[in-house]
């Protein structure tokens, strides 16, 4: 056991909902730690480094900061690091881990993004926002919506999430392509899906849905080349990672009809900005990633961190997380 005479401070940061202490368990940390919850984000790094250097313990949602090794380097009373989710592209886990930070992570409930992804395509496919704006004006019905069985739905990424967004589509009587890198044929059939090339899938489907992880190769991954590839009255719905797409190609896209619209629920940088053209295009369902953001899902995540700081007191780290090729892998118990 570590001695109580010491107080650490803990920072959960980019706490929008103020849901820390909702779902958290935190009277299980008393009285060794002090709890500060941060409900807004903050972009400039020299005041994240000035809120977080009292620090002890911090507690990140996501990727909603970026914990490069600069900022890790100014934040000299860092001892625990915690992550929801087993993967954090925008934290650098291995120069923590070289500067004697334990960092941990959590597990995931992955029902909730496909179910926004079907929230954002049946929005899209019955003009949910400017039937719903017709009504509340005191007008009636304006546009002929789209049925979506026997239309074709392309998945980029058969994974978890793409293949319970596969069930759905099934269920919905559509057809079913899929691709990815490292997809095989006998992989998307197990998955109820078609397997075909990237460039059929761009430009068969009414419907092109992205679930992969973000890395060097799966950045930009649809870009203007892509989007020409698509049937002008095809859409596309992001809810993964908003660096998979080339966002100046995509706006220019919907500004020209090159595609018929778009669901997005994950963007380049977030919170989208005020001004940004995908607040304000009548082609564009956006949502502020929200996929992940659930009951259920929130009960986990901070369930477990609390979890991870109580372990890490008493010398026990759990769901210690390292870094191998620029990807977080689970360790320890």
Known sequence: MRSTERVFKAA????????????????????????????????????????????????????????????????????????????????????????????????????????????????????????????????????????????????IGLGKIGAQVAQVANAFGMRVLAWSQNLTPERAAQAGAQYASKDELLSQSDFVSLHLKLSERTRHIIGAAELRAMRPTAFLINTSRGPLVDEAALVEALRSGTIGGAGLDAFEVEPLAPDHPFRTLANVVATPHIGYVTEAGYELFYTQIVENIRGWLDGRPQRVLVAQHTQLQPGGA
């Not at 496919?125 to 919506?145: D, F, I």
């Open 12 to 155: 959960v940061i980019d706490d929008y909902q103020d849901a820390a202490r909702r779902f958290g368990r935190w009277d299980n940390l008393r009285p060794e730690v002090e709890l500060t919850v941060f409900r807004d984000h903050v972009s400039d790094e020299d005041a994240l480094i000035e809120r977080l250097r009292p620090f002890d313990i911090v507690c990140v949602m996501r990727e909603r900061t970026a914990l490069r090794a600069h900022v890790l380097d100014a934040l000299p009373n860092l001892k625990l690091l915690v992550t929801t989710a087993f993967w954090n592209a925008a934290v650098d886990i291995e120069h923590a881990v070289r500067k004697g930070v334990v960092v941990c992570g959590t597990e995931s409930v992955h029902s909730g993004t496909p179910e926004l992804t079907w929230l954002l395509m049946l929005a899209l496919a019955r003009s949910l926002e400017q039937e719903r704006a017709s009504v509340k004006s005191a007008g009636w019905q304006t546009r002929v919506g789209m049925d979506l069985r026997k239309r074709t739905l392309g998945l």
